[in-house]
């Protein structure tokens, strides 16, 4: 393949080189351009733009494949757990079991917030959104621990093992808190002796009454849910995470930036509007049909379908669409809205409309369906998705720290006002 590509701009040449990564991608490196011809590129929402080297994820959107650190994600959700998937994803390996013990144990031990923590998000109003009280509470995290909040490179680095237990594991801490806090309940004990999910979902739900026991098959569905959303390479969070961390700002910065990204309705917020969408759907008596229509005359979105990336099915929405039938068998649950959403789905994937836009569903539509069927209210599937997408801004973080030399600084084409004169108050 080339490794020169030539741009001709009126009657200068230059010679810019080609970039190949080692799944045979390859980019044309315009770093130099600005300098030689005071031309920048243009490439509006980033959409052919590649922001940086990365080893973390391989997506291939066109083939619909999503590898961690070059391992399979279907292989993944079969054979690991989130933990482990974790640990991939911020070291590079999958580790031995001792790593992986001695990282679980890590990761519990720091399951507890820091009183003063705990105060500050009791402190938000009950009815604050809780992708709000995550962003704020992981700064307040951050303030917890001036020691591992340098923003100084070096320390935050050396500190970055304690630093990602600790925010694996309080990020649902933080979720929990609140969710107890919103329904005028204590926040119990955490119970180290559980699985990162069984943990979690007692702290969510247990009664008073000592009812805290979550059947495993629950369990695993939130696991794999966490699993598959661990890292996406350059999402709008991720880059967001990554930028942030350029400027050198530790990982509780960048992560508080993350969550609010991950906030907005195209990106993380998508789970909740897809049971939004189809419970109006159930509601109004319409099969599906009518709002297939609708989208396709612009007129609404069928929320949980497209993806900039994939433009094949997402794998993460095939493995999650089996594990919603497990999940809903094992809680002896039936969904009206899951046989709506298939039913969106076998219209959508036979419509010229979507076939032709290559729209497929993505991870966000089954996501929701399991979410709501373990028990969560709606406004907490987007904090369930950050709290899986914890471990792979984290890495981002990382390997921002330990190579990135400058700070990212995009450019732009100013389309404003020329120079105006200014005019004093009476003139105007
Ligand atoms: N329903 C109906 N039409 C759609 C949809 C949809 N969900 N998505 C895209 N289109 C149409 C769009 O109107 C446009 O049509 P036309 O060419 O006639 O103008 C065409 O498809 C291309 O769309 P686009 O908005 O230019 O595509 P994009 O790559 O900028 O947007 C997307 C990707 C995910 C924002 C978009 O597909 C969307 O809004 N989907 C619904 C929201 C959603 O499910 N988001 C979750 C994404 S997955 C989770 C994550 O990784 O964050």
Redesign the pocket.
């Known amino acids: 393949m080339a490794d020169t590509a030539n741009l001709e701009i009126g009657d200068q040449k230059y010679s810019l080189d080609v970039i190949t990564g080692t799944e045979q991608e390859q980019a044309v490196d315009i770093s130099r351009l600005r300098k030689e011809s005071k031309l920048i590129t243009f490439d509006d ?1 980033y ?1 052919n733009t590649g922001s940086c080297e990365s080893s973390v994820t391989f997506i291939d959107g066109d083939k619909g494949i999503l590898r961690y650190r070059g391992y399979d994600i279907a292989e993944l959700a079969e054979k690991s757990t989130f933990l482990e998937s974790a640990y991939l994803l911020l070291y590079g390996n999958l580790p031995s079991n001792a790593a992986l013990q001695e990282f679980r144990k890590r990761v519990s031990e720091y399951c507890e917030l820091p009183p003063e923590v705990l105060k500050a998000i009791n402190a938000m109003p009950k009815s604050a959104h809780p992708m709000a009280v995550l962003a704020s509470g992981l700064q307040a995290l951050g303030g917890a621990y001036p020691e591992f909040s340098t923003n100084d490179r070096e320390k935050d680095l050396e500190a970055f093992d304690q630093v990602a237990a600790l925010i694996i594991s309080t990020v649902r801490t933080i979720a929990a808190a609140h969710h107890r806090n919103s329904q005028d309940k204590e926040l119990p004990q955490p119970d180290t002796s559980k699985s990162y999910c069984g943990n979690f979902l007692s702290m969510m739900f247990s009664e008073d009454d000592g009812t805290d026991e979550i059947p495993e098959p629950v369990q695993n569905a939130l696991d794999q849910i966490f699993l598959l959303h661990a890292d ?1 390479e350059q ?3 991720t880059s967001t995470c990554r930028m942030i961390a350029s400027g050198g700002a530790n990982p509780f910065a960048s992560l508080a930036g993350g969550v609010s990204a ?1 906030w907005g ?7 909740m ?2 049971i939004k969408m189809l419970n109006e759907i159930h509601e109004s008596g319409d099969d599906g049909s009518n709002f297939i229509e609708s ?2 005359q ?1 007129k ?11 433009r094949n099915y ?1 794998p993460r929405a095939k493995i999650l669409k089996n594990a919603s039938d497990q999940a809903l068998e094992a809680l002896g649950v039936s969904s009206p809205i899951l046989d709506i959403a298939r039913r969106l789905e076998e219209v959508a994937l036979e419509d010229s ?2 076939i032709q ?1 290559k ?1 497929y569903p ?4 089954y996501s929701g369906i399991i979410l709501q069927a373990l028990g969560f209210p709606t406004n907490m599937f987007t904090v369930l ?1 950050a709290i899986g997408r914890t471990p792979g801004w984290l890495s981002h973080w990382k390997e921002i720290a330990e190579n990135g030399k400058k700070i990212h600084r995009p450019r732009q084409i100013y389309q404003g006002e020329t120079l105006r004169p200014y005019l004093s108050l009476e003139e105007r």
């Not at 993505?362 to 539509?365: I, K, M, S, T, Y």
């Open positions: 929402g959409g996406h999402n709008c969070s991950l309705p195209l990106h993380g917020g998508a789970n509007a897809v989208a396709k612009g609404s979105r069928l929320m949980g379908f497209g993806h900039r990336v994939y997402d409309y979507f836009r729209l993505n991870v966000d539509f998705f």
